[in-house]
Each structure stands twice: as C-alpha cells, then as structure tokens.
C-alpha cells in the first residue's frame, strides 16, 4: 500500500517544468520546500531557492538530487546522475557530487568536489577537488588544500596544500606542502615531477625537489635529484639530458643563483659484457644576471671509480646558452653505450 501524488508532486511554493524526453514523455519531479524549481525529469530538489535545469539537451537533466539553499544544477547542460548537497554551488556535470559552498563546475563528468570557492573547467573530467579556492582544468587530478591550482591539460596529478601551481600540460606530478611552482614552459619537462615542503621551483622531467622555505622567492632555498641520461655511439661527447631525446638541456638554475652539484654516473655497453664505467662529478656554479654568465666556481672534482675502456670519459661543464650544468658523456666508436646520471643540486637565490 502506499500513496501517489501524481507524476510531478511539490510540497511548499515551488515550480516543476520537467522537459520532454526523446520519446515525448515526462518522468516527473517532486520538489520541498519553497523557491525551488524542478526542471528536470525523475529528480528531486529539497530546501530554498535552488534550481535543476532543464538544459540544453532533449530531455533535459535527469535523475538528479539537490539538497540545500541557492544551488544551480544543469544550467549549461543537461546532467545525469548528479549530486549536489549545500549551498550557492552551479554545476552541469554528468554523474558528479557536489558537497559545500559557492563550488563550480561545468560539463566536467564523474568528477566529486566539496569545500568552498572550488572551481572545475570543463577539461577536469574524473577528479577529486576538495578545499577552498582550488582550480582545477585537466582530467584524473586529486587538488585540496587551498588555492591549489592545476592548469589546461594537466592530467593524472595530485596536488595537496596550499598555493601550489601545476603548469600547464603537466603529468603524472605529485605536490605537497605550500607555494610550489611545478612545471615548464617546456613541454613535457613538467611531468613526473615530485615537490614537497615550502616554495620548491621544480621544473625538469622526473625531479625530485625538497624546499626549505623560501627567503623571499619561490625557489630560492630547496634541493633536488633527477636522472639524466644518454646514449653514445662513438667518442663524440654527447650531452645527458631529463626524461628523452627531445629535451635539449641539462640542470639549469635560474638568473642572481648558484648551486652546488653532485653527479653520479653509470656506464655500459649494450653490446658486450664486463664493459662498464663508473664516476663521480663535483662542483658548483654561479649564474648572474643572463644564461651566458654562468661558469663553474673553481673546478670539477672527478673520481673514476671504473673503467673497462679507458677511452671513455664523462665530465661537467657550464652552459652558458641555457644557464646550467653540462654533464657530457664520451664513448668509443662502434660501441653503444647507455649513460645514466643522477644528478643532485642544492641551489640559492639572491
């Protein structure tokens, strides 16, 4: 037993205008409370002057379930399956959930948000945005915290804190902490970046960044690690450079900087066994007001640690076309020979 109020029902001072479907048919509504209007079919709106749209589709939103005072739901869409509990919100995202205040979102699906003042672009499909003030414009993103942001076409990142910026077209990076800079506006050179602490620069393909809290800029007091590479086929130097071929420079630091570097480097032929090098390169550098006054401060220590081929060599030199270190790789002629560096800098601003 039970009861049937019709196929639209509201219960205080509202307006149910659910639209057609493609069949020409009306699934209902029901809206309680007062002020509220149900445009949408099969979907429910409970408090005080919050709106399901019809949007702009046949059909308009569908099964959909508002909650609150002041929220919008499909008013430049038409949202299935969405969410939404709290106030002020305006969403139109497919299968979405909604939690808080003043949260926004557009036709940016499967996607949950909850806090305050938190904003989603319509590229931020699958993420999970929680706290307040965070942006959000790529897809696959974890953002919370406060005032995080995470730019166009950044996808599969995670970004916790406060103040944290991923660049745009940055993937697969981690950030935690506060007043990070993450990315390039290299391509690719901010993907697989991890910061932590307080105001890392990070900048090159698969860093690893630590700050200490910055003196006044961000970047200026952190340390990192990352892994240059290359391959010789001949007694030609070649330079290491981060993540592949494509990328063209080493570990640069910025204008007013200085650094100090430790390389540790691995050498061997693809083609023969027992072929082998190993190193290590120390220094440091100054880089003043452009990229061409970067030079070394004294000289490099080098330690050979092993050589099967004593033809081969490894040493590190200023760039002064980019503004960094240098780590150049020597093999021999007709040997194929993988280099791997890992490259640790501490550096200072100022």
Same mark, same amino acid.
């Not at 000289?299 to 490894?314: A, F, L, M, P, Q």
């Given at each position: 037993m /039970?009861?049937?109020?019709?196929?639209?029902?509201?219960? %205080? =001072? #509202?307006?149910?205008?659910?639209?057609?479907?493609?069949?020409?048919?009306?699934?209902?509504?029901?809206a309680?409370?007062?002020?509220?209007?149900?445009a949408?079919?099969?979907?429910?709106?409970?408090?005080?002057g919050?709106?399901i749209?019809?949007g702009?589709?046949?059909?308009?939103?569908?099964?959909?379930?508002?909650? /609150?005072? /002041?929220?919008?739901?499909?008013?430049?869409? &038409?949202?299935t399956?969405?969410?939404?509990?709290?106030?002020?919100?305006?969403?139109?995202?497919?299968?979405s959930?909604?939690?808080? !205040?003043g949260?926004?979102?557009?036709? =940016?699906?499967?996607?949950?948000?909850?806090?305050? %003042?938190?904003?989603?672009?319509?590229?931020?499909?699958?993420?999970?945005v929680?706290?307040e003030?965070?942006?959000?414009?790529?897809?696959?993103?974890?953002?919370?915290?406060?005032?995080?942001?995470?730019? #166009? #076409?950044?996808?599969?990142?995670?970004?916790?804190?406060? =103040? +944290?910026?991923?660049?745009?077209?940055?993937?697969c990076?981690? =950030?935690?902490?506060?007043?990070?800079?993450?990315?390039?506006?290299?391509?690719? *050179?901010?993907?697989? +970046?991890?910061?932590?602490?307080?105001?890392?620069?990070? !900048?090159?393909?698969?860093?690893r960044?630590?700050a200490?809290r910055q003196?006044s800029?961000?970047?200026?007091?952190?340390? &990192?690690d990352?892994?240059?590479?290359?391959?010789?086929?001949?007694?030609?130097?070649?330079?290491?450079?981060a993540?592949?071929?494509?990328?063209?420079?080493?570990?640069?630091?910025?204008?007013?900087?200085?650094?100090?570097?430790k390389?540790?480097?691995?050498?061997?032929?693809? %083609?023969?066994?027992?072929?082998?090098?190993?190193?290590?390169?120390?220094?440091?550098?100054? !880089?003043n007001?452009?990229?061409?006054?970067?030079?070394?401060?004294?000289?490099?220590?080098?330690?050979?640690?092993?050589e099967?081929?004593?033809?081969?060599?490894?040493?590190?030199?200023?760039?002064?076309?980019?503004? %960094?270190? *240098?780590?150049?790789?020597?093999?021999?002629?007709?040997?194929?020979?993988?280099?791997v560096? !890992?490259?640790?800098?501490?550096?200072?601003?100022?």
């Amino acid at each position: 037993m /039970g009861y049937k109020f019709g196929k639209y029902a509201s219960f %205080g =001072a #509202n307006t149910l205008t659910p639209s057609a479907t493609s069949a020409g048919l009306f699934y209902g509504g029901v809206a309680i409370g007062t002020g509220n209007t149900n445009a949408g079919n099969a979907s429910l709106v409970v408090g005080s002057g919050n709106s399901i749209a019809s949007g702009a589709s046949l059909g308009g939103s569908l099964g959909c379930l508002v909650v /609150g005072r /002041g929220n919008t739901l499909g008013g430049g869409a &038409s949202p299935t399956g969405a969410l939404m509990i709290g106030s002020g919100n305006n969403a139109s995202s497919d299968y979405s959930i909604t939690l808080g !205040r003043g949260n926004t979102h557009e036709t =940016a699906s499967f996607l949950l948000v909850g806090g305050t %003042g938190n904003t989603v672009g319509t590229g931020g499909d699958y993420s999970l945005v929680y706290g307040e003030s965070c942006v959000v414009s790529g897809n696959y993103n974890l953002a919370g915290g406060y005032e995080t942001t995470i730019k #166009n #076409n950044a996808a599969a990142n995670a970004v916790w804190g406060e =103040a +944290i910026t991923l660049d745009d077209n940055a993937t697969c990076s981690a =950030a935690f902490g506060a007043y990070h800079s993450v990315g390039s506006t290299v391509t690719s *050179q901010g993907n697989f +970046i991890f910061a932590s602490g307080y105001g890392a620069d990070a !900048r090159f393909y698969g860093q690893r960044v630590l700050a200490g809290r910055q003196f006044s800029a961000v970047g200026d007091a952190q340390t &990192s690690d990352l892994i240059v590479k290359c391959q010789t086929t001949s007694a030609t130097p070649v330079e290491a450079v981060a993540g592949h071929s494509s990328n063209t420079s080493g570990f640069n630091i910025p204008n007013d900087s200085a650094g100090v570097f430790k390389v540790t480097v691995i050498a061997r032929n693809t %083609g023969a066994n027992d072929d082998c090098a190993a190193y290590t390169l120390v220094g440091a550098l100054d !880089r003043n007001a452009t990229a061409g006054t970067t030079a070394l401060l004294g000289s490099v220590t080098k330690t050979v640690i092993h050589e099967d081929d004593g033809t081969w060599d490894v040493n590190a030199t200023a760039d002064t076309s980019d503004g %960094g270190i *240098q780590v150049l790789c020597t093999g021999a002629a007709g040997k194929n020979v993988n280099w791997v560096c !890992r490259m640790e800098m501490t550096e200072v601003v100022g």
